[in-house]
C-alpha cells in the first residue's frame, strides 16, 4: 500500500518531479501519488501561483514547466546520485520517499 502525503508533500514532489521532467500529465500524477486527476487540477493550480506551469488540452497536451525556468544551479554527480538511488532501496518507506525528494531536487535535469 502507498503511503499517503500530505497535499503539502505532495505539491512539493509535484513542483520537485516537473523540475526535473519539464513535463507530465495529470493522469501519470494522479497515478504516481495516488489521488484523483482532480486533486492534480488543483494542485497545479495552486503550483501555477509559484511557478510558471502551463497546462494544454487534448492529444499531445499536458502540464509543461516553461522552458526559461531555471531550477537548482547545484546538481548531484553521478556517483551521489546512484549512492542514494542504493540507499533508497534498504530504508522504509517515509525515508525512501526523503530520498526520493532529494534525487528530484538536484538531480540533473534530462535536458542537461
Same mark, same amino acid.
Given at each position: 500500500?502507498?503511503?499517503?502525503?500530505?497535499?503539502?508533500?505532495?505539491?512539493?514532489?509535484? /513542483?520537485?518531479?516537473?523540475?526535473?521532467? /519539464?513535463?507530465?500529465?495529470?493522469?501519470?500524477?494522479?497515478?504516481?501519488?495516488d489521488v484523483s486527476?482532480?486533486?492534480?487540477?488543483?494542485?497545479?493550480?495552486?503550483?501555477?501561483?509559484?511557478?510558471?506551469?502551463?497546462?494544454?488540452?487534448?492529444?499531445?497536451?499536458?502540464?509543461?514547466?516553461?522552458?526559461?525556468?531555471?531550477?537548482? /544551479?547545484?546538481?548531484?554527480?553521478?556517483?551521489?546520485?546512484?549512492?542514494?538511488? /542504493?540507499?533508497?532501496?534498504?530504508?522504509t518507506s517515509k525515508?525512501?520517499?526523503?530520498?526520493?525528494?532529494?534525487?528530484?531536487?538536484?538531480?540533473?535535469?534530462?535536458?542537461?
Open positions: 500500500m502507498k503511503e499517503k502525503l500530505t497535499t503539502y508533500e505532495r505539491r512539493e514532489n509535484i /513542483k520537485l518531479f516537473l523540475i526535473k521532467e /519539464k513535463a507530465t500529465t495529470a493522469l501519470r500524477l494522479s497515478f504516481m501519488f486527476r482532480q486533486t492534480i487540477m488543483n494542485d497545479i493550480v495552486f503550483l501555477s501561483s509559484r511557478l510558471p506551469i502551463i497546462t494544454t488540452k487534448g492529444t499531445g497536451g499536458g502540464i509543461f514547466l516553461n522552458s526559461d525556468f531555471d531550477g537548482p /544551479k547545484e546538481y548531484l554527480n553521478s556517483e551521489e546520485e546512484q549512492l542514494l538511488l /542504493k540507499l533508497c532501496e534498504k530504508v525515508d525512501k520517499m526523503i530520498l526520493s525528494n532529494i534525487i528530484n531536487k538536484f538531480s540533473v535535469p534530462k535536458d542537461k
